[in-house]
């Protein structure tokens, strides 16, 4: 039986045309036709002003703080809540990652968490030199308090939309909120170029600098000449082909992938209302004035560990993931500091987050029937549970 799998590439059968162009041209280095105009359909579709393509979604992330000055001895705040590509580069930088808790409706950076923060370090007088906001698994952060936070302190903020291409928060792309905005490519992703990323802003200055430091620093000039220091961080012209096929298909990917998270609200209801002591499941919810791409339907449950059920969908073929396990409980930022939402909680809501916690198979190939017997199979689990207790 082949295994159901959580998120996988999702080809929309235009990307080879891209690809045979760029060998037709011998365009098989960073630069070509195929990056200028991925680029272009990203900014056409976000609206976004301008834009990099980079090799990697962490690169983007990595030139945005460079490009806002981050150096040894800054700190960055970045949510707990997130994948550790979202921090790494603070570190790279020789900066340090100040976490924040996350909030339980969106579970994102928490508004609350955030101005205690900043409100501390104000006190210390050492503001962050920029806060990386994240949109996890697809729906939108509390922008609004956000940036307001931001405004009041003159904080730049960084958006992750690595996981929200097309996401919206009150009409607007996710990406284009902030200072600077990224996206990835990476396989796992809505859309992928098989690996990439972008950096995106309104600020042509900021994206030219990326551009330049992202191609090895190289200064006009009729020899090599170099006064800073570069990264070999730009696309590939082939795999920027496959993003341009990718973007005719973004799309409909989002509704499919919507589509997906209402049928497992759908199915689980009906478990829900038919059996009094089934586990209380939540949702990300989408609040008012937002627009998740659902690139990941998670659940989160109470009263049954999240790793029982990962390994009863495992022994059925069905691949489940744990949400992120928070970055102030990783091993390597243990010394970093952490500011929870509710100081007197037990345990951070970021914890509770990843304690009870899941990703179901969400990739948009994943048949109705699949998906059935995704959802009876959670069901039949946490029945079960429900019966033990
Ligand atoms: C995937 C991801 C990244 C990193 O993107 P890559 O293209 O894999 O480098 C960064 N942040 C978040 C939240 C992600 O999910």
């Known amino acids: 039986m082949k295994k159901i799998p959580l998120a996988i590439p999702h080809m929309s059968g235009k990307e080879m045309a891209y690809i045979e162009q760029a060998f037709a041209e011998n365009w098989i280095a960073p630069v070509g036709p ?24 962490t690169a983007a992330i990595h030139l945005a703080l460079q490009l806002l000055g981050v150096t040894q001895g800054d700190t960055v705040f970045c949510p ?4 550790a590509a979202s921090a790494n580069p603070i570190h790279y930088q020789g900066a340090e990652a100040v976490f924040i ?4 409706e969106t579970w994102n950076m928490s508004p609350i968490a955030l101005e205690r923060a900043l409100i501390d370090a104000k006190q210390k007088a050492q503001l962050p030199k920029a806060i990386i906001v994240v949109h996890i698994y697809g729906q939108p952060a509390k922008m609004t308090e956000i940036m307001a936070l931001a405004k009041a302190y003159q904080v730049p903020i960084v958006e992750d939309a690595a996981e929200s291409l097309g996401s919206l928060y009150e009409g607007v ?4 909120i902030g200072d600077i905005g990224i996206y990835s490519f990476n396989g796992n992703k809505i859309i992928t170029t098989s690996g990439g990323g972008m950096l995106v802003s309104a600020n042509k200055a900021w994206t030219q600098e990326a551009k330049f430091l992202s191609e090895q620093a190289k200064e006009l000039s009729p020899y090599y000449q170099h006064e800073k220091i570069g990264y070999n961080y730009r696309l590939s012209n ?15 990917r989002i509704a499919q992938k ?19 002591n089934f586990p209380r499941i939540t949702c990300q919810r ?45 091993p390597v930022f243990r010394k970093n500091r952490f500011f929870a939402e509710d100081v007197d909680a037990p345990i951070s809501n970021a914890q509770h987050l990843f304690e009870g916690g899941l990703c179901l198979p969400s990739a948009t190939q994943m048949t109705p029937k699949e998906q059935l017997y995704v959802i009876q199979t959670v069901a039949k689990f946490l029945i079960q549970a429900g019966e033990s207790k």
């Open 173 to 176: 792309q996710t990406g284009t």
């Open 101 to 104: 808790d996350s909030e339980m």
């Open 258 to 276: 919507r589509l997906i998270f209402e049928h497992y609200v759908e199915g689980f209801t009906r478990y829900i209302e038919t059996f009094s």
């Open 238 to 252: 082939v795999s920027a082909g496959i993003g341009c096929g990718q973007m005719e298909v973004l799309q409909e």
């Open 80 to 83: 707990s809540f997130t994948f």
């Open 34 to 57: 195929n990056v200028d105009l991925f680029e272009e359909k990203v900014c056409d579709y976000t609206g976004a002003g301008f834009a990099t393509a980079t090799s990697s979604g």
């Open 286 to 330: 989408e609040i008012e004035g937002t627009f998740s791409n659902r690139w990941l339907s998670t659940i989160h449950i109470e009263g049954v560990h999240p790793l029982l059920l990962k390994e009863a969908l495992d022994a059925n073929g069905i691949e489940g993931r744990l949400l992120w396990k928070p970055l102030h409980l990783q």
